[in-house]
């Protein structure tokens, strides 16, 4: 499974004093074991980031934007999505499933002892999505060289 990082913006109106959003991060706190998730931000702050271990991104930004609801008391608003990446396969299956395709991944050392990933794809889909896209995606994701190839 891989780590969402979901931001939201817990008051977007701007109406919570600094003390109602250091209490509303205690709150959810609280809330998020529920989930669990693990809430990251600072007292006074509007915006918060919320990692949560998910197969199922959109259910878990539902899930961390009504925890927010009920522990701000207020209309929260989510932003982007990122994912904290391990350079796992499934960070390198995430990456992937991010573009719509699904791929066969194999790990090997290079001469000095480094992964080397070899991602084969459908050459179908390689027309939908530029290759350099995806090559640039896995390389950040896995911190490793990567060879995509074709079947």
């Known amino acids: 499974m891989r780590t969402a990082v979901v931001r939201i913006d817990v008051d977007p109106a701007g109406e919570l004093s ?6 509303g991060l205690a709150a959810l706190r609280a809330h998020l074991t529920e989930i669990p998730a693990v809430v990251l931000g600072s007292a006074g702050s509007r915006e918060v980031q919320v990692h949560i271990e998910t197969g199922d991104t959109e259910a878990a930004v539902h899930a961390a934007v009504r925890a927010c609801a009920k522990a701000f008391g207020t209309e929260p608003v989510p932003g982007v999505v990122t994912y ?14 991010g573009f719509g395709l699904r791929g066969e991944l194999r790990r090997e050392p290079d ?10 794809l459908d050459r179908a889909d390689l027309e939908r999505v530029p290759e350099s896209r995806i090559h640039t ?3 950040a994701s896995l911190n490793c060289e990567v060879f995509i190839h074709t079947r």
Request: proline share 3%; charged share 25%; hydrophobic share 45%.
């Open 18 to 23: 600094p003390e109602g959003l250091t209490d």
């Open 84 to 97: 904290v990446s391990r350079g796992t396969d499934a960070d390198a299956h995430g990456v992937l499933a």
């Open 111 to 120: 001469a000095d002892g480094f992964d080397v990933v070899h991602v084969v």
């Open 137 to 139: 995606a896995l390389e």
